[in-house]
């Protein structure tokens, strides 16, 4: 096999995964702007802030979790320190360091996207597939995480962008309502 060169199955299957990823992303993206004023970097920092004990979170662990670069967490963060949502504070243990606080504007915000974000993930993606393509999605997802930290994180789930709340995907989707996201950190 030409190893410069991905082969029609791939190549179909590649294109296809890319397709839908880049439409849902943009409809969801599009909907935060446009209803709740939330960029998806916005909105992203929000949900993580909301999933983590004391709705903190230190930047660099932050931005491990994330996969960004830490200048690129700081520029979002002033932003949104700008707006209200977040604030830093001074990192416990760690005098150089900040954590990304919560603010209650931001939880505010996060609660009333968080059910128009779900509608539209049932919309553009769950209530598209049956349970058997969604099954199927997800053990696919599973196999191409384990691969992921295996070769991408050889520090295991100990790596700072495994830290609880910090899968793999970008937006870092957890099981919770808006609510019991909030509550389970309290």
């Not at 992303?25 to 446009?34: E, P, T």
């Amino acid at each position: 096999m030409d190893e410069e060169s991905l082969n029609e199955r791939e190549t179909r299957a590649w294109v296809a995964f890319q397709h839908m990823r880049i439409e849902i992303n943009v409809v969801l993206a599009r909907m935060l702007v446009r209803d709740f004023g939330l960029t998806e970097a916005d909105f992203v920092i929000l949900l993580r802030l909301s999933n983590t004990p004391g709705h903190r979170l230190r930047a660099r662990d932050m931005a491990a979790a994330l996969q960004w670069e830490r200048s690129r967490l700081s520029r979002q963060v002033s932003r949104m320190e700008t707006r209200g949502t977040v604030e830093r504070a001074p990192s416990q243990g760690d005098a150089r360091g900040y954590d990304v606080v919560l603010t209650d504007a931001g939880r505010a915000a996060f609660q009333a996207a968080w059910p128009s974000y779900v509608a539209g993930i049932r919309h553009c993606f769950a209530d598209v597939l049956s349970p058997e393509q969604l099954d199927a999605l997800t053990g696919i997802a599973r196999t191409i995480d384990r691969h992921f930290t295996a070769e991408h994180y050889p520090g295991g789930l100990d790596d700072p962008a495994k830290v609880p709340g910090a899968h793999a995907t970008p937006a870092g989707l957890e099981h919770y309502t808006a609510e019991e996201s909030l509550e389970s950190a309290s």
